[in-house]
């Protein structure tokens, strides 16, 4: 298993910036790709970005393309959500997830593991 817990998330007004962080322990020479989902009230969770832990590859939503930056620090087993250019609609529960599978993918069900998520709140 690998354990997740995020950190960043709070309160910034519309057009500001916001860093996620997602600090991995456990069996994590198991994880090949990791990737930033959230969820907002009364919606289904949504695929925000995905990266690959060893290469570095990285894909995100349309809705978000431009704006927000996935990285990770395979050092301090950590992974970054680099959130610029805030819109009231990306207030949402944040979560990071793990997976042992090499591709890279915005499907939900294909992470073995998530976080508790950490709630973004934009003021407009």
């Known amino acids: 298993q690998v354990q997740l817990v995020e950190s960043g998330g709070g309160l910034v007004q519309a057009g500001g910036p916001l860093r996620l962080s997602c600090a991995a322990s456990?069996?994590?020479?198991?994880?090949?790709?990791m990737g930033w989902f959230r969820q907002a009230p009364g919606k289904e969770r949504e695929f925000v970005a995905a990266i690959s832990w060893i290469g570095g590859t990285s894909t995100y939503a349309d809705s978000v393309k431009g704006r927000f930056t996935i990285s990770r620090d395979t050092a301090k087993n950590t992974l970054y959500l680099q959130m610029n250019s805030l819109k009231p609609e990306d207030t949402a529960v944040y979560y990071c997830a793990a997976r042992a599978g090499v591709p890279l993918t915005t499907h939900v069900g294909s992470y073995d593991n998530w976080g508790q998520g950490t709630q973004v709140t934009v003021s407009s």
């Open positions: 456990g069996r994590t020479f198991s994880t090949r790709s």
